[in-house]
Nanobody
Framework: QVQLVESGGGLVQAGGSLRLSCTAS????????MGWFRQTPGKEREFVAA????????NYADSLKGRFTISRDNAKNTVYLQMNNLKPEDTAVYYC????????????????????WGQGTQVTVSS
């Protein structure tokens, strides 16, 4: 059973930075892609970024390119989300998730494509 644990959330002022971490335990060869999503009350969970364990290719939500960077440390089974120049609208609960799909040509970005989810970590950006 895969378990994902996020950390690194918190309160930050607008313009600041945070780095989220997601450590996966119980990971198997079928784990292909790791993704970050975020959700605010009353809204759908939205895709943020994804990265493939093998090869490291990435995919980002268009609106977040340039401010957010996803990376991974295979040896530590950990995925990171570096968030810079944070804005109040980035306030959300951030979730990491694992998918059994993904390739050099396609990176999953829909919730239904992810099989395991972490418990989420709150990020609050004050103005």
């Amino acid at each position: 059973q895969v378990q994902l644990v996020e950390s690194g959330g918190g309160l930050v002022q607008a313009g600041g930075s945070l780095r989220l971490s997601c450590t996966a335990s119980g990971r198997t060869f079928s784990s292909i892609t790791m993704g970050w999503f975020r959700q605010t009350p009353g809204k759908e969970r939205e895709f943020v970024a994804a990265i493939r364990w093998s090869g490291g290719n990435t995919n980002y939500a268009d609106s977040l390119k340039g401010r957010f960077t996803i990376s991974r440390d295979n040896a530590k089974n950990t995925v990171y989300l570096q968030m810079n120049n944070l804005k109040p609208e980035d306030t959300a609960v951030y979730y990491c998730a694992e998918s059994k799909t993904g390739s050099y040509f396609y990176m999953p970005s829909r919730q239904s494509e992810y099989d395991y989810w972490g418990q989420g970590t709150q990020v609050t950006v004050s103005s």
